[in-house]
C-alpha cells in the first residue's frame, strides 16, 4: 500500500503542481484493517485551489492503472486497491460536515463535482480521530467538524435508505451483489448507533457475533473472507438480505 500511495502523490504533484497541500489515509488503511486484494485505499486531498475536472480525472486514471492491470489479471471485478478520494479546498477544513461541499471526489469509476459521499460524520469523524497524514499537519490539528452530534441519525438514515432497500432486493432475489458487504455493512451501522464508535467491517462483524448470535455462521464466514480466508461457504444472497432487514429493524 505505501508504494501506491507514494506514486499517486508524486503523480498529483505532476499533474497539479503545488496545489496538493495536505494528504490523508482514511477508511479502513486509518482504521488498521487494510487487506491486500480486498480494500481501496481511502484518501482526503487538501488543495490550495480547484485544478478542474480534466486533472482530476487524469490523476484518478492514471493513477489507478496499477490496481486496473491487477484486476484484469485476477478478473476481479471490485478492483481492489484502487485509490479513491475526496478533494478539498484548504479553507474549507474547518466547515461543518454537513455544510461542506467538497471540490470533487472519485469512488471507483465515478466522478462527482461538488459532492462526494464519503464527506459525512461517520467518514469525517473517522479523518478527525484515526486519519494517516502523508503530508500535511495531523489531523487532529486541522480544526475538523464532524458534527457529532448528526452521527447517530446520519446513521439511522443511511440504514432506513440505502440498506433497507438493499435488504428488500436481495431477499427477493433481485440484487447481484457480494455477500461480505451485505452482511458486514449495516452491522457497522449498528455498531455506531448503539456504541458511538467508527469500527472496521471486521470489528463490526466481531459486534454482529454477540449482537445477533445465532446469525454466527453467516457473519464468522464473512469475517473470515475480509481476512482472505475464503474456504467458508457464504450464504445465498436472499439469506442475506434477510439478516439486512433484520438489523434495520433492530434499531427501529
Known amino acids: 500500500m505505501q508504494r501506491t500511495v507514494e506514486q499517486f502523490v508524486s503523480l498529483a504533484d505532476r499533474l497539479l503542481p503545488r496545489a496538493v497541500t495536505g494528504f490523508y489515509l482514511v477508511g479502513s488503511a486509518a482504521l488498521g484493517a487494510w487487506r491486500p486484494g480486498r480494500s481501496d485505499i481511502d484518501f482526503v486531498a487538501v488543495l490550495t485551489h480547484d485544478p478542474g475536472s480534466t486533472r482530476l480525472r487524469l490523476l484518478h486514471g492514471l493513477g489507478n492503472l496499477g490496481a486496473v492491470g491487477s484486476a484484469l489479471r485476477t478478473r476481479d471485478r471490485a478492483i481492489p486497491g484502487t485509490m479513491n478520494g475526496v478533494y478539498l479546498h484548504q479553507?474549507?477544513?474547518?466547515?461543518?460536515?454537513?455544510?461542506?461541499?467538497?471540490?470533487?471526489?472519485?469512488?471507483?469509476?465515478?466522478?462527482?463535482?461538488?459532492?462526494?459521499?464519503?464527506?459525512?460524520?461517520?467518514?469525517w469523524k473517522t479523518f478527525a480521530e484515526h486519519g494517516i497524514a502523508v503530508r500535511g499537519p495531523e489531523p487532529d490539528t486541522l480544526g475538523l467538524n464532524p458534527e457529532p452530534d448528526t452521527l447517530v441519525a446520519w446513521n439511522r438514515e443511511n440504514l432506513e435508505r440505502y440498506w433497507r432497500p438493499w435488504g428488500e432486493r436481495a431477499a427477493r432475489g433481485t440484487l447481484r451483489h457480494n455477500p461480505v458487504w451485505g452482511i458486514l455493512g449495516p452491522l457497522r451501522l449498528h455498531r455506531t448507533i448503539t456504541t458511538g464508535e467508527v469500527v472496521s467491517k471486521e470489528d463490526a462483524g466481531r459486534h454482529g457475533l454477540t449482537t445477533f448470535p445465532h446469525r454466527a455462521p453467516m457473519i464468522n464466514a464473512a469475517i473470515a473472507d475480509r481476512l482472505g480466508d475464503r474456504t467458508a461457504p457464504l450464504p445465498p444472497l436472499p439469506a442475506v438480505g434477510e439478516f439486512v432487514l433484520e438489523v434495520v429493524d433492530s434499531l427501529r
Not at 461543518?96 to 462527482?112: D, E, K, N, Q, Y
Open 91 to 123: 479553507d474549507d477544513l474547518r466547515t461543518p460536515v454537513t455544510r461542506l461541499r467538497p471540490i470533487a471526489s472519485h469512488s471507483g469509476r465515478t466522478f462527482r463535482r461538488g459532492e462526494a459521499f464519503a464527506v459525512n460524520p461517520v467518514d
